[in-house]
């Protein structure tokens, strides 16, 4: 048996979890992050170029620690590790990753193999 290394390309998340994401998002990142996740003045963009730019050679354990401890920013840590997951499958498929069959996980030790990198 090989143990084959998770990608971002292999379907990591699930559609349902991301539009589930979509409405956790809504609620509780839009805000400041905008609808279309481009950011603001104030708030970085969580979509395109400039988001790769800053998180490409990190992990998706780094990103999903990152959010589900310093996010929303009035109140760390607020969302259960599920919606957080949700939330992050919506970044995944709005950065055009593609969907699978099993929801991403939702602790940061899970996805602390999984590489962010564009290709
Ligand atoms: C009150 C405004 C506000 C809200 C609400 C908010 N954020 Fe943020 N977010 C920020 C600011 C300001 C930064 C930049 C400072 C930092 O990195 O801590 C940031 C940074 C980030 C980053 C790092 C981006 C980068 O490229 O460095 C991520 C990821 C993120 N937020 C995700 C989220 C998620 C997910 C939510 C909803 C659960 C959320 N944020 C809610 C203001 C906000």
Do not use: V
Request: proline fraction near 4%; include cysteine; aromatic fraction near 8%.
């Amino acid at each position: 048996m090989t143990i084959s290394a998770q990608s971002l390309q292999d379907g990591i998340y699930t559609a349902i979890q991301a539009e589930r994401g979509a409405e956790e998002y809504a609620a509780r990142c839009a805000s400041c992050h905008s609808s279309d996740l481009r950011g603001n003045s104030n708030s970085p963009s969580l979509i395109g170029l400039s988001f790769m730019f800053i998180w490409e050679g990190k992990t998706l354990g780094e990103l999903f620690h990152k959010m589900s401890t310093e996010m929303p920013t009035e109140s760390p840590g607020s969302l259960s590790m599920q919606s957080y997951a949700s939330i992050l499958a919506f970044i995944l498929r709005s950065n055009d990753f593609p969907a699978g069959d099993t929801d991403l996980a939702a602790s940061a030790d899970a996805l602390a193999s999984i590489p962010i990198s564009s290709n």
